[in-house]
Nanobody
Framework: QVQLVESGGGLVQAGGSLRLSCAAS????????MGWYRQAPGKQRELVAS???????YYGESVRGRFTISRDNAKNTVYLQMNSLKPEDTAVYYC????????WGQGTQVTVSS
């Protein structure tokens, strides 16, 4: 079992930045994947970014070049630095971990005003 607690969401103007954090309840060094999904109203949940246990990263096309995912194994935390935010980035962002099973955080709201 893994509990995930997200923080860092909020309201920001277009062009601004936010950093999301996701703290895991146990060591993350062995997790196959960690990442962030998002879900906007009326849309399917989509993968925003992920990072493997050895630091390989993936970014969705809509956020590539603006978002950066990182992990701090010593703090059992994964981060999502979001820059140049756009109104279309507005969504609930969910932390995700794959450790043979999938685990999800409770979600944090990100709202970008135009």
């Amino acid at each position: 079992q893994v509990q995930l607690v997200e923080s860092g969401g909020g309201l920001v103007q277009a062009g601004g930045s936010l950093r999301l954090s996701c703290a895991a309840s146990r060591d993350i060094f062995s997790f196959n994947f960690m990442g962030w999904y998002r879900q906007a109203p009326g849309k399917q949940r989509e993968l925003v970014a992920s990072i493997t246990s050895v630091g390989n990263t993936y970014y969705g096309e809509s956020v590539r070049g603006r978002f950066t995912i990182s992990r701090d194994n010593a703090k059992n935390t994964v981060y999502l630095q979001m820059n140049s935010l756009k109104p279309e980035d507005t969504a609930v962002y969910y932390c995700w971990v794959n450790d043979r099973l999938n685990y999800w955080g409770q979600g944090t709201q990100v709202t970008v005003s135009s």
